[in-house]
Structures are given as C-alpha cells and as structure tokens.
C-alpha cells in the first residue's frame, strides 16, 4: 500500500519552499505520496506561543547567520534555486485563501508551483494584489476566479478550520509532515523520513 506524506505548509516559509522542491522525488522514491496541506503560519504560531526563526533567534548570536549558511548548504546539495525574498515576511493570507480554493482543481499544482516560485525564486511581493494578479496570469490560471474566492466566507473559513485542524494534529510551524502519525518538522526532517520508510 502506498504511504502518504502530509505536508503542512504556508508560502510565506523558505524551509516550506525548500521541501515542496525535494519532497516530491523523495516521496516516489519510497512508494509515497504527497499530500499537501495549506496553514496560515500566523495562525499556527498565536494557537501554540511559537513566532517566526526571524523573532525567536533575533537577539541569538550568530544564529540567524547559521540558519542562512545551512539553507546555502541544503540549496547547493539539492541543485536547487532560492533567493530570499526582499519582501519578508510577506502577509500571505490571500495567497493561503488561494491554496485553499485550488485544492482538487485540475490546476492546483500550477498554482501552489507558481506561488513558491514567485516568493522564493522571483522575490515577488505576494501581499499585493495586482502582483498576485501578474503572477496568476503568467502562470496561465483562471485569476479572477481565484481572486473572488480569497474573498469568498466558506474558502476563509476553510482555511481557519484546516489550521485549527492541524494545530490539534501536533502541527507548531511550518515545514511540517507526517507519515501515518509520526510527525517529522524542518528540512532537516527529510532524511529522517527516508529512515522511518524503509
């Protein structure tokens, strides 16, 4: 039976990026799935007293420097590109909305591909309307449909309960994954994945 891998994720985190680019291949190199799951991070830090790497590890010396020089590491082992976006953090409840509402279309692929990539390849500034209209219409999605659903009551309120939701599955940040019920959090996770499916 093929396994699935839950993976709790919101645009606005750079290790979510990064493991959305690398879960996949290590997904169907062990017989898995992905499942994905869209979160307001902000919301998953308010219901568990957790904020952001940016606020946690401010006044750390040399942390955050660290954390840069082992997304460096992980970018480089993976033959992957990244730019820190300019613009973070980025408010991304619309695009969360947008996530949300893409789930079982034929095109929620192509959405959640062009979001990442627009916040951590292109450096976009996805809190602003007419840039999330642009990269939409690059990307050849129906944009005004997804626009009027990030205002829609039942896609907001899916998004509340889907954080909710995971927030009482364990979820505390993002990138979070499960197998079965063994939950896995961080890039770093990955290769702890790869162990516990073998």
Not at 128 to 150: C, H, K, W
Request: charged content about 20%; hydrophobic content about 45%.
């Amino acid at each position: 039976m093929t396994q699935v891998i839950d993976f709790y994720f919101d645009f606005g985190s750079p290790n979510a990026y990064l493991v959305h680019k690398v879960l996949p291949n290590l997904a169907q190199a062990n017989n898995a799935s992905v499942r994905y799951h869209p979160i307001l991070l902000g919301g998953v830090f308010k219901a568990t007293n957790n904020q952001s790497p940016m606020a946690a590890f401010a006044n750390v010396k040399h942390k955050l420097a660290y954390q840069a020089i082992e997304i460096k590491r992980f970018v480089e082992h993976h033959k992957l590109t990244f730019h820190m976006n300019p613009f973070f953090p980025v408010v991304t409840l619309g695009i969360m909305r947008g996530a949300v509402f893409a789930q079982g279309k034929p095109w929620e692929t192509t959405y959640r591909d062009a979001i990442f990539e627009a916040m951590w390849v292109h450096g976009q500034k996805l809190d602003d309307p007419s840039v999330i209209q642009d990269v939409l219409n690059e990307a050849g999605l129906p944009t005004q449909e997804i626009l009027e659903a990030t205002q829609d009551p039942d896609v907001k309120n899916t998004l509340v309960t889907a954080t909710t939701s995971a927030v009482d599955r364990g979820v505390f940040g993002s990138p979070f994954m499960f197998v079965d019920d063994e939950p896995f959090f961080g890039k770093n996770a990955l290769q702890d994945i790869e162990i516990y499916m073998k």
